[in-house]
Nanobody
Framework: QVQLVESGGSLVQAGESLRLSCAASGSIKSINAMGWYRQAPGKQRELVALITSRGSTNYADSVKGRFTISRLYARNSVYLRMNSLKPEDTAVYYC????????WGQGTQVTVSS
């Protein structure tokens, strides 16, 4: 079993920055990928950023150049640095751990006001 706990969501103004954190516990394998997804009201959950065990990253086109994903293996944690936030970034952000199944956190709300 894997447990994921996100933190760092908040209400911010457009142009500001936030850093989301995700702490993983349980049967974590460092070789597995972790990532961040988001879901806005009325929309499907979408990939925001992914990081593999080798440090390779993948970003949604909408966040490239503004968001940075990183991982700290010693703490089984993954982070998402979000700069130049836009109102369209408003969503619930979910931490994801990929094993035989996908594990999800409870989500953290990010709201960006214009």
């Amino acid at each position: 079993q894997v447990q994921l706990v996100e933190s760092g969501g908040s209400l911010v103004q457009a142009g500001e920055s936030l850093r989301l954190s995700c702490a993983a516990s349980g049967s974590i394998k460092s070789i597995n990928a972790m990532g961040w997804y988001r879901q806005a009201p009325g929309k499907q959950r979408e990939l925001v950023a992914l990081i593999t065990s080798r440090g390779s990253t993948n970003y949604a086109d909408s966040v490239k150049g503004r968001f940075t994903i990183s991982r700290l293996y010693a703490r089984n944690s993954v982070y998402l640095r979000m700069n130049s936030l836009k109102p369209e970034d408003t969503a619930v952000y979910y931490c994801n751990y990929k094993d035989d199944v996908d594990y999800w956190g409870q989500g953290t709300q990010v709201t960006v006001s214009s």
